[in-house]
């Protein structure tokens, strides 16, 4: 199970689906998505999801909570593509597009959205301050940032979560939950609130291994061959035991623009 920094193949973002379901690059689905932004009202909302991936999220907050206008906005041309294909599947297209967009800047003028969302995206970023710094910037005066992301815990690595990194083939730049908090209120946001749900996907990605392993290895097996599917299999154990030690933990945060 690798990706390169920049490029999810479509046997990459096909495994993921199989594992998340249809335009989803992480755990949770529509529940998660929920989680998120539960509490906020987003019936006809201006909404910019930030690292939108294959769409799933961003469909769901239009389809199932009301928003919209949305932008989603990816660095990769071919999950843009793919997004705009499921927007249109859904029927949302009116309300929701996505675009390709280059490390930096938005491209949106200040305070132009109501809720900045981001979904296990920002988690790649090398500088999240910068992201941070935008997205307080686009947003409206009392205008929120909803974001469900990925966090390590306060201890040092684990031989098992260094190997999970290394078998991924992936770059994190991981903080803790209450180090972006903190990051959050720096910059100017007020009612930071946060969320740790590492005993959720304790149970959720023991249940991913099974499934990888059992019922749905044919399906795998189909998309990415034999050796690949064990490889995947072999790094999905890897990040369920790094999860348990409390090494690897998704969380949220919401916090409001004055």
Known sequence: MSKDETDYTDEFAGGLEL??????????????????????????????????????????????????????????????????????????SERLTFQTVDVGRFPFEDESFDIVFSKDAIIEAPNKEDIFLET????????????????????????????????????????????????????????????????WYQDYSKREVERMAGEDRHRFEQLLGEDETNDWIKTTSLKSRAVAQGQLRPGHLRARKP
Not at 64 to 69: E, K, S, T, V
Not at 145 to 165: C, H, N, Q, Y
């Open 19 to 92: 594992m998340w379901g249809e335009g989803f690059l992480s755990p949770g689905g529509p529940e998660e998505v929920g989680l998120i932004v539960h509490g906020l009202d987003l019936l006809g909302k201006k909404i910019l999801d930030v690292g939108s991936g294959l769409g799933g999220p961003s469909i769901c907050l239009v389809s199932q909570h009301g928003a919209g206008p949305a932008v989603g906005i990816d660095l990769e041309p071919l999950n843009v593509e793919r997004a705009t294909n499921y927007a249109a599947k859904a029927g949302v």
């Open 136 to 199: 307080y910037r686009v947003l409206r005066p009392s205008g929120w940032v909803a974001i469900g992301d990925w966090f390590r815990g306060s201890a040092p690595f684990t031989p098992e979560m260094k190997d999970w990194l290394r078998q991924a083939g992936v770059t994190l730049e991981m903080t803790t939950l209450d180090e972006t908090a903190d990051q959050l209120r720096k910059i100017g946001f007020a009612e930071v609130l946060i969320e740790d749900r590492n005993a």
